[in-house]
């Protein structure tokens, strides 16, 4: 977070962090899209040839004055596969909320839970950890005739009882419900730390 | 500036003094280099502020990628045994160069720069730039304000009426 009093300004760093192909890159292609360009910036994808992440993608977003105030939101993925641990630490560096994208496919749950504990370990290096941190869950390729219940999945993954989204990112369902729900509750934090 | 405690402890703000000393440093750098863009950034990709002629560059992208960057040679740094970060790094190109360097370790300066000025007075003139502004970031730890207070009441009321209206398809 960086707060700027002389311009009013306050940037916040929100990381889509999640298993490999879980739609990560994906969610924020669609709030590219869909927003209005006076309020985001070019969307910033660093990938290999096969079009996975590499690094990370960026996108920085506005949402117009809040009482003379301006927040800025500073969107990131990770590259979710299990190869990349550096870049997602490096990447989770300075991050004020997260958007956990699960695969909601039943073969992937494991995946989903391993990416889970490596997010734990990473926000332990730096000082805190998923009970202390904003973060909420998306649920994601909900679609998919594979997809585990909702009850499965909020038993394997949500034992902290975080806030929950069904979504299918390429078509935008739940993909905006999640971002908002995420900046809430990182201004709440913000006002209150856990 | 204050270094917040609690979340991962990444978090400062920066006063309205504060940050037109800042800008003056850079716009004194700017003139003497005659560098395209002088971005000051944090250390996490934040943008700080710009200095220079070039209007055309987008500094919200620049800094993170500046900040991605900077975060993967100190992982570099380790893997080799270094136990101090690098303290720049340099990229080369046909008409543009980019010189980056850390600044009181949590921040970081972006000069971009053409070719035909040499690589040497950009350093020289830099490093005196670093020096001035980790004075400033030094004097300005002593700064109490505190993030709760940017984020008021009224700012959180207001919060949910204007993600609807930014989110509303």
């Known amino acids: 977070m960086y707060i700027n009093w002389a311009l009013n300004e306050i940037n916040l760093k929100v990381v889509y962090y999640g298993p490999g192909l879980s739609g990560k890159t994906t969610n924020l292609i669609y709030i590219h899209k869909k927003l209005d360009p006076s309020l985001r ?3 910033i994808t660093l990938s290999t040839k096969e079009d996975r992440t590499l690094f990370f993608d960026f996108m920085q977003l506005e949402i117009g004055k809040i009482n003379g105030k301006v927040p800025k939101f500073n969107l990131y993925t990770v590259p979710g596969q299990v190869y990349y641990a550096n870049s997602r630490k490096i990447i989770l560096n300075g991050a004020d909320g997260i958007v956990f994208v699960a695969d909601s496919q039943k073969e992937r749950i494991d995946e989903n839970l391993d990416t889970l504990l490596d997010l734990e370990n990473n926000l332990i290096e730096i000082g805190t950890s998923l009970e202390k941190f904003p973060w909420v869950l998306q649920y994601n390729k909900r679609d ?3 997809a585990a219940s909702l009850d499965v999945l909020d038993k394997k993954l949500n034992f902290l009882g975080v806030p929950s989204f069904e979504s299918v990112a390429h078509k935008g369902v739940g993909v905006f419900p999640t971002l908002k729900e995420l900046i809430k509750n990182i201004i709440a934090h913000i006002r209150v730390p856990a | 500036m204050n270094a917040e405690k609690g979340g991962n ?6 006063s ?6 800042v800008a003056e440093v850079l716009s004194d750098l700017a003139s003497k280099t005659r560098a395209k863009s002088i971005i000051f950034a944090d250390i996490n990709g934040h943008p700080i502020t710009q200095r220079g002629r070039a209007s055309d560059i987008d500094i919200p992208n620049m800094t993170a990628l500046a900040a991605g960057d900077f975060a993967a040679t100190v992982e570099m740094s380790k893997m080799v045994g270094e136990t101090q970060r690098f303290k720049y790094l340099y990229h080369e190109g046909e008409k543009t160069n980019i010189y980056l360097s850390s600044v009181a370790d949590n921040f970081l300066v972006i000069i971009i720069f053409d070719t035909d000025i ?22 300005a730890k002593a700064e109490t304000k505190q993030s709760s207070e940017f984020i008021d009441l009224k700012f959180t009321k207001y919060l949910d009426q204007e993600l609807d209206k930014a989110f509303d398809f």
């Open chain 1, 41 to 43: 910036g070019e969307l």
């Open chain 1, 144 to 146: 998919l005739p594979s």
């Open chain 2, 9 to 14: 402890g990444q978090s400062f703000t920066l």
């Open chain 2, 16 to 21: 309205g003094e504060m940050y037109k000393d």
């Open chain 2, 118 to 139: 040499a690589l040497g007075m950009i350093r020289i003139y830099t490093k005196r730039t670093i020096d001035r502004l980790e004075k400033i970031l030094e004097l």
